[in-house]
């Protein structure tokens, strides 16, 4: 890809990134505010971080490293904050493991499913082995957080209470990771068609502007 279109739709999503991580600065981390909203907003925080060092590292060096690097802890930091916001802090109120949810829970393993797949595709890419290893790694978290996003959006609103406001959070959080898939398969396969790049970036770029929002109207009757 071009390297002057590279940079600007880095710093197009760098700067998406830091506008939800601002809105979840004034909207969430306030005293007696939902630990899940902060949750979230950290993970916007570390899309933040990861996409401000890919433009570091473009300006400085000219490309990014082809081994494991710092803006890889940005993404897998950030589907570790909404799986662990997910699973730990909402899943036990949703899911009660009853035989009535069981299907709902085995159709939910379709995100992880994809995920592994996407990884194993990524590891037979031609890319430098540190590079789609990465990549891979990557992917087992997306999948991870993807199976709660998923889950808690499949599951009947009768089960869900006051949690079903938040269903559009959970569609956005899986646009947010097939984006980050999508970046990363056509990266490890070196795809040089320009045009094909801005398919992930748009994704990426509308997940990381809506998230927040979405997450804070489908809140507003929760107390805090």
């Not at 981390?29 to 902060?38: D, M, N, Q, S, T």
């Not at 433009?55 to 060096?61: A, L, W």
């Not at 996407?118 to 082995?129: C, E, K, Q, R, W």
Request: hydrophobic share 50%; glycine share 6%.
């Amino acid at each position: 890809m071009n390297y002057d279109i590279e940079i600007i739709c880095n710093s197009l999503l760098c700067i998406a990134a830091l506008a939800g991580f601002i809105y979840s600065l004034i909207k969430f981390f306030k005293p007696k505010k939902a630990l899940y909203k902060k949750m979230v907003g950290c993970a916007l925080g570390c899309l933040f971080i990861e996409r401000l060092y890919e433009i570091v590292q473009y300006v400085i060096v000219g490309d990014l490293p082809q081994v494991f690097q710092i803006g890889t802890f940005g993404n897998i930091g950030c589907y570790m904050f909404l799986f662990s916001a997910n699973y730990g802090a909402i899943d036990s109120l949703i899911d009660d493991k009853s035989d009535e949810l069981k299907k709902y829970r085995l159709a939910a393993l379709a995100a992880p499913l994809i995920a592994v797949v996407s990884a194993i595709v990524i590891l037979l890419s031609p890319s430098d082995p540190g590079r789609k290893i990465t990549c891979a790694i990557e992917e087992l978290f997306v999948g991870a957080s993807a199976y709660y996003s998923l889950k808690h959006l499949i599951i009947p609103k009768e089960y869900l209470d006051f949690f079903s406001g938040i269903r559009a959070f959970h569609a956005i959080s899986l646009v947010l990771a097939v984006g980050t898939t999508v970046e990363d398969i056509i990266w490890c396969y070196q795809v040089s068609v320009q045009a094909i790049w801005y398919i992930p970036y748009a994704i990426l770029l509308f997940s990381m502007l809506t998230l927040a929002p979405a997450l804070e109207r489908g809140t507003k009757q929760w107390r805090t």
